[in-house]
């Protein structure tokens, strides 16, 4: 990069390695830091985030009424995603800090504990290293709007707020069979979920206040301060149901703390659309482009469009398409890498299909610069393949092509003279469908993060599938070690 040029030409390439390490990201989290602690040494402050924090770690706030399974499903998220668990009953646990100390000597006299001082509790713990390297899961905290000022006060900003809700009466009878295990701190129920092992059923006890009048006096409490925390952190609240079975519960809480939160990032979608023939890839491609204005790239259109001009290169490919041989891969690379890293592809972003067909073509991108960000695979069965090809037919006067199922001709006339492509034979599109398997059989593996979609279905159901995935940032799994 030239800096003396005017205008300042960026080179695309610094984008993508941009993306692919996530600088966006790291900068906002440090700019962010940096203005919410307001060290007296920033770029002593900086070194330690840059050693010790982690853009991607998960910081979750996972709050509900009482006997809603939060600290069973805050006790699964730490070992699913390897996190501390921050709850009050574990920031008393130990004598770790001076403060903590203090805290439970005012418990024990029963005295009130001012919402500044539980911040500053939570605070001194989310300084330690297991937090600040993994993240952290904090278990009813905030509960209620003072606390949670104090704590956003004080820089302690989560990406997901989980929020678990079920009705009260339910609430009641389930706080009722509540028992915890004396030394693992783990709860079960009498009812729906009671130990197996005998050694484990001794150990459980009945905790405190779980009667009936005790839990509604909570609940009421919980109904009082709950606009509070809804207006202190608004859309970013994730509202679950719990009034179902805890599994199902936890996985859905799960599912929504893998999805990073939506930055202000650059990004430029970089779609690889796969499947077999008659899977819908040029339909996708093409409602894409048009809501999105991603650059169509069709292989085969490129190779014909290609064949038709006057150069070389044209010359040399148009005997593969007359005699309807595979035209070579170092041929078919060139092109699409001439045509993908041009300047609009880097700023609108492109949505590529019919390539690559086979392990050793995928593993040729990188080398020529394409490199997407997005790969779908279109799973449709053959009998639907077979339905929609071998069904469809043209009018040789007008060019319209029409369906015998889903499209008919309108008059006789036209139906009389419809022909049938050779191509779309039923013998001719099994053999290209037995030749898709056959070669994409280790693509599936090749792009380690690509997502499946269900083809077999209506296209705008489908492209709503594929559009949620395009735009939304992906789960961060390596960091998380799912």
Known sequence: MDATRRPLYIPPQMGLYAEKH???????????????????????????QLKFSNCDAPRIFLLGPPASGKTTIAMWLSKQLIIPRISRETLLANDWSALSGEVRERLERKQNIRESLWAQLVEERLKLDDCLCSGWILEGFPDSRELAKCLQVRGIIPRHVVVLYAPDIVLI????????????????????????????RWRLRAPKGISEKETSQRLLEYHRNFPGIVQSFGKSIKLINADQPCADAFWQVLSHVKQPPNTNTPFSPRILLCGPPGSGKSLQAALLAQKYGLINVCCGQMLKEAATGDTKLGQFIKPYLDGGWPVPDKVVIKLLSRRINRLDCYIRGWVLHGFPKDEDQAKRMPGSGIYPNRVFFLNVPVETILERLSYSMVDPMSGERYHTLYKPAITKEVNDRLLINPKEMEETIKSKIDLYFRLSSNLEQYFEDSIFINGDQDPQTVFEYIESYAINPLPVKEIWNL
Do not use: A, C
């Open 22 to 48: 996530r600088l966006f990201e790291m900068m906002q989290d440090l700019l962010g830091n940096l203005l919410i602690h307001r060290p007296e040494n920033p770029l002593d402050f900086l070194i330690r």
């Open 173 to 200: 009878e389930r706080n009722l069979g509540k028992r915890v295990d004396e030394i693992t701190g783990e709860v079960y129920h009498t009812t729906f979920d009671w130990p197996t092992d005998d050694s484990i």
